[in-house]
């Protein structure tokens, strides 16, 4: 029986948790979420899945793999991304091992020096969890979990990563992100520098991302068209710029917070009159054979 | 003439009506109207908006009173009223919605606050092609293990009956404590 839904209802915490209780061996597809223009049984949107985005791979309730549809997820990618590859590298390295399967590239790889086998699971292992802590983001995505999958089928290098751990950082990370997100909660402010932007900037060392935002930083430029013009996520923007703004190096001006509502006021305790009745044994038991009675 | 009350209760469109219909022996005392949003419309025509009643005559001085809530949350004053002096509860969950399931947990909870009165969970609709599985449906809802979650098709006669009988059994492990 798959186990479907959309993230909105059962986020990526709660799948994984129940994944990791009931030791499910499958796939976890997720998908793009299509607005239908319908509305479902809470009066919210109805979404119906798209295109799929991701998929995430289990084994007996661990974490064996995770792949990003649309984008190249071979042992070769997975080492660029881990920084044990160059961009030439491993171009160079696609060609000459066109057809080479990951376990026997792998191989290869360790035979030359290349890498050690150490280098392979820790990026392997940061490639999956850097896609599944990034899906843990997400609220909207239709999903479905499907058992009795051969997911040992293709070559890929899977390392069994412990459910549990990913559920706890993860956690922490969507709280960190919830509070950056509180914090730069309008996207439509603009950055400037700070009064005595040498002085701030003397021996400070940045590093790709945060140089590209900094090479944007101007009054007239919002931090989402910043985000646009260098191709990053909201997410990835704001962790940046909140970043940024704590070391002093830019400053952003944030509009009023709005007073808080009021606190809803508690109804007096209402379970001194709805205390059960208290029925004797003998009137259940009765109850009790009149229903078995019933065919 | 004695009488006891169970509560059938749930999010809209759980399945609770159709539940009480299946084994009352009278024609179930409804309140039905016809729903108001386009979204509900789609779901179903008619939804309960005061409580559905049903009857089940034990012997000539037993009768049990099956009363089914309100779905919707606008008519949920209803439900402290319904909830008064009940034996026990059965929260009904349509195992194919997981849009619900928060909105059944929330139900769970507000009526575990009105009475300490032992309950059980029905995931409705098992032979629906998408209803979650009860062991996916505990972990979901975050039931105690302690907590009966019963399989249940709310359309059958033989499946209400066994969520009830589970219900009394439950009651009855309560008073040997």
């Known amino acids: ?295 | 003439m004695q009488t006891v009350k169970m509560v059938i209760t749930g999010p809209y469109s759980s399945g609770k009506t159709e539940f009480i219909r299946s084994i009352s022996e009278i024609e179930v005392v409804s309140t039905e109207r016809e729903v108001t949003t386009e979204a509900e419309r789609r779901e179903k025509g008619a939804t309960t908006v005061a409580m559905d009643f049903g009857r089940i005559t034990v012997d000539d001085d037993l009768v049990l009173y099956l009363f089914g809530t309100p779905g919707q949350r606008r008519f949920d004053f209803m439900w402290e009223i319904l909830a008064e002096g009940m034996l026990g509860f059965i929260v009904m969950v349509d195992s194919s919605k997981p849009e619900t399931f928060r909105e059944a947990k929330n139900i769970l909870e507000t009526f575990r606050a009105y009475a300490a009165t032992p309950y059980v969970v029905a995931a409705n609709k098992q032979d629906h092609p998408d209803a979650w599985s009860p062991d996916d449906l505990r972990i979901a809802l975050r039931i105690d293990p302690d907590v009966k979650l019963l399989k249940c098709v709310a359309r059958e006669r033989a499946s209400v009956r066994d969520v009830l009988l589970e219900l009394l059994y439950a009651i009855t492990e309560q008073m040997d404590e």
């Not at chain 1, 186990?3 to 061996?25: A, E, H, K, M, V």
């Not at chain 1, 049984?41 to 798209?50: D, F, Q, R, T």
């Not at chain 1, 069994?160 to 909660?185: C, F, S």
Request: hydrophobic content about 40%.
């Open chain 1, 1 to 295: 029986m798959p186990i479907q839904g959309n993230l909105r209802d059962f986020s990526t915490t709660q799948l994984l948790n129940l994944i990791n209780l009931s030791g499910r061996t499958g796939v976890l597809r997720l998908y793009e979420g299509v607005s239908t223009g319908e509305r479902d049984a809470n009066n919210n949107e109805k979404i119906a899945p798209g295109r799929e985005r991701a998929q995430i791979l289990f084994k007996s309730g661990k974490l064996v793999y995770a792949m990003v549809a649309g984008q190249l997820n071979d042992l070769i990618a997975v080492l660029k991304q881990g920084g044990k590859l160059s961009e030439t590298q491993s171009k160079l390295l696609r060609e000459r091992a066109k057809g080479t399967g990951d376990k026997a590239l792998a191989m290869r790889l360790i035979g030359a020096n290349y890498v050690s086998r150490n280098d392979i699971v820790a990026c392997v292992q940061q490639y999956v969890l850097d896609i599944v802590y990034n899906a843990m983001a997400w609220n909207r995505e239709p999903f479905r979990f499907e058992e009795n999958v051969d997911i040992d089928r293709a070559d890929r290098i899977m390392v069994p990563i412990d459910l549990q751990n990913v559920i706890v950082e993860g956690a922490r990370r969507l709280k960190e992100l919830d509070e950056i997100t509180k914090h730069i909660d309008n996207l439509d402010l603009c950055l400037k520098f700070p009064e005595n932007p040498k002085e701030k900037y003397a021996g400070v060392h940045l590093s790709v991302d945060e140089w590209n935002v900094v090479k944007y930083v101007n009054p007239k430029n919002t931090i989402r068209q910043i985000a646009r013009a260098i191709n990053m996520s909201d997410t990835e923007i704001r962790r940046i710029v909140y970043g940024l703004e704590h070391a002093g190096l830019v400053e952003i001006v944030r509009p009023v917070a709005p007073k808080p509502a009021p606190m809803p006021v508690q109804s007096a305790d209402r379970s001194a009159r709805l205390q059960p009745q208290r029925p004797q044994r003998q009137v259940v038991n009765r109850i009790i054979e009149k229903l078995r009675s019933l065919g």
